[in-house]
């Protein structure tokens, strides 16, 4: 029984948490627990996502994801691919598991990060860094996410320069009947040498089980361009056993 009933800890560590990041472009401060995998998959008007987590380490968070591009109505082309790679640290979490922050760094931006003016091929030159705090309120029925960050894009535009800029990123999520249904809303830009265009992305993410999570979101820019538009995404949970010495 003691597998059984850590693995179900496990899991409410993970699930009955913040909201998780799936599509969306902001991130909370949690890490998953040692030894636990996921995969997410995400389609939609404007790109195509996949990527998986694992927590070798106490506190700390690896990521690899690929990235497919399809801006036209065409599903059948592609306009480009792109990946990245991260690792994320829990630094500090509230006795209730509810809020703390965390640090992250890595290499290539996912879509919705890729500043003005660069390919999405080129934004496998992005290297970056942020810092996701995450604030509950309201006897945890309202979680406030704020991703302040800063990144550096090599052979930016037809000088192909080194810029930089500072990111920021701020989510919302409420939940209006316990863990299970989250209200999701967020702002994310870039402003410095290289900019991004200030967009946002709102929907809704239900888990029907323990095992996965679903996320049903449309994203557009403040501008009235086109941003992300409607996405879907699937998030699905392992037991932990990736671990470096015993799973805690």
Avoid at 147 to 152: C, E, F, I, K, R
Wanted: one cysteine or more; hydrophobic letters at 40%; charged letters at 15%.
């Amino acid at each position: 029984m003691k597998p059984v009933a850590a693995t179900v800890l496990w899991l409410c560590a993970a699930i009955c948490s913040p909201t998780l990041a799936q599509q969306f472009n902001s991130d909370n401060y949690l890490s998953k627990p040692h030894g636990m995998a996921t995969l997410i998959v995400t389609t939609g008007e404007q790109t195509t996502m996949f990527m998986t987590t694992v927590s070798l380490f106490p506190k700390w968070e690896l990521t690899a994801a690929a990235y497919l591009y399809n801006e036209d109505e065409d599903r059948k082309t592609g306009e480009g691919y792109s990946a990245s790679v991260y690792a994320k640290y829990m630094i500090h979490e509230n006795k209730a598991k509810t809020g703390g922050i965390a640090f992250k760094f890595g290499a290539g931006q996912q879509p919705s990060y890729v500043v003005d003016g660069t390919g999405f091929e080129g934004a496998s030159q992005t290297y970056w860094v942020n810092a996701p705090l995450t604030l509950p309120f309201l006897d945890n029925n309202l979680s406030w996410d704020i991703m302040p960050g800063a990144s550096v894009t090599r052979n930016f535009g037809d000088d192909e320069a080194t810029v930089g800029a500072f990111t920021y990123s701020t989510r919302l999520a409420w939940y209006p009947k316990g863990p299970k249904l989250a209200l999701v809303g967020e702002a994310y830009g870039a402003q410095g040498a290289a900019t991004l265009t200030p967009e946002y992305r709102a929907g809704l993410r239900w888990e029907p089980t323990a095992w996965a999570n679903i996320a049903f979101t449309y994203g557009g820019a403040f501008d009235g361009s086109h941003g992300s538009g409607f996405e879907i995404g699937v998030m699905l949970f392992s037991p932990p056993f990736a671990c470096f010495g015993p799973c805690r």
